[in-house]
């Protein structure tokens, strides 16, 4: 088992940052290709940014490249979501999640293909 907490959510003016800390217990994430994921009121859950175990591979959202960046620190167990330049747009409580795997490079896109998810924080973006 997995647990995963977030933190550093809060109220953000649009155009500053924000950094996202997601921290892990239980089992160390060095296995665990991770992705952070946003649900805004009224919509879907949508994948944000996606990490392999490694580091070496990412993948992010197009209404978020270039201004958000996903990282780890498998000695802290610990991922991060770097948000700079945020939106209003960007306003979603958002959720890590972690998906054993040990290829090293393989990230996962799908809400779906994660096994552990944490309870979420609180992003608001004001204009």
């Known amino acids: 088992q997995v647990q995963l907490v977030e933190s550093g959510g809060g109220l953000v003016q649009a155009g500053g940052s924000l950094r996202l800390s997601c921290a892990a217990s239980?089992?160390?994430?060095?296995?665990?290709?991770m992705g952070w994921f946003r649900q805004a009121p009224g919509k879907e859950r949508e994948l944000v940014a996606a990490i392999s175990w490694s580091g070496w591979s990412t993948h992010y959202a197009g209404s978020v490249k270039g201004r958000f960046t996903i990282s780890r620190d498998n000695a802290k167990n610990t991922v991060y979501l770097q948000m700079n330049i945020p939106k209003p747009e960007d306003t979603a409580v958002y959720y890590c999640?972690?998906?054993?795997?040990?290829?090293?490079?393989?990230?996962?896109?799908?809400?779906?293909?994660?096994?552990?998810w944490g309870q979420g924080t609180q992003v608001t973006v004001s204009s």
């Open positions: 999640a972690a998906k054993q795997d040990y290829s090293g490079s393989n990230y996962y896109t799908r809400a779906t293909e994660y096994d552990y």
């Open positions: 239980g089992r160390t994430v060095s296995s665990f290709a």
